[in-house]
């Protein structure tokens, strides 16, 4: 079954103060790896695709990148305005549905 | 572009109610998606349509649960009878083509079943 993992549940940063947050998955043949921000009361806003080991997409202070069993979501520097919930999705061969992780709850003090 | 509109955006109704939640994909999309989203387990797929034939409805949880696609422009979910634990968050998305390609969600309807 494929399975999408992300950690932290939460995560509170001063602002400027540079993290990672992790997305690790399991499935049977990688097609694509999703990286998502949801405001509250809103839809999730896409932000990245990754397609292969070793892909890295920028966007502002968000740099993804993947691995054969993670993604690593950076965010440099970050700002009050990046505080959002970051999900996760993958989708494996065969043209199966996305797999969406729970989330990772950013917030970004200043 | 107007993205994926949906409708109502809040919905309040009293258990045993029909309650159908509507939406518009964006104009070319050929696949649309309804998701449901609760804080225990996060964004569940529901169904998923392709040039508005339902392929797979295995994330419906009961019978109480339908939708439908009548034509591109268009899709609903209905819930009938509505129980408490329908309470969450309803997002449907559209994407053209399946194959590892970006969804766009529309706003949500949040919807309370009392």
């Known amino acids: 079954e494929d399975q999408v993992t992300q950690s932290p549940e939460a995560l509170r940063l001063q602002e400027g103060e540079s993290s990672s947050l992790n997305c690790s998955y399991t499935?049977?043949?990688?097609?694509?790896l999703f990286w998502y921000r949801q405001d509250p009361g809103k839809g999730p806003e896409f932000l990245f695709t990754l397609y292969s080991a070793g892909e890295e997409k920028e966007k502002e202070r968000l740099k993804a990148t993947l691995t054969k069993k993670e993604s690593f979501l950076h965010i440099t520097a970050p700002k009050p305005e990046d505080s959002a919930t970051y999900l996760c999705?993958?989708?494996?061969?065969?043209?199966?549905?996305?797999?969406f992780g729970k989330g990772t709850r950013l917030s970004v003090i200043a | 572009d107007a993205g994926v509109i949906q409708s109502p955006r809040h919905e309040v109704t009293e258990m045993g109610q029909e309650v159908t939640l509507r939406c518009k994909p964006i104009s070319g999309h050929d696949y649309l998606f309804w998701y449901r989203q609760t804080m225990m387990r996060g964004l569940e797929l529901l169904i998923y349509?392709?040039?508005?034939?339902?392929?797979?409805d295995s994330g419906m949880p009961e019978d109480r649960f339908s939708a439908k696609m009548p034509n591109a422009s268009f899709s609903t979910l209905k819930i009938q009878p509505s129980e408490p634990r329908d309470s969450a968050v309803y997002f449907c998305a559209s994407s053209l083509g399946r194959g590892a390609e970006t969804q766009y969600f529309g706003p949500g309807t949040r919807l309370l079943v009392l």
């Open positions: 349509f392709n040039n508005n034939v339902p392929i797979d």
């Open positions: 999705a993958v989708q494996a061969g065969g043209n199966t549905p996305l797999v």
């Open positions: 499935v049977s043949g990688l097609r694509g």
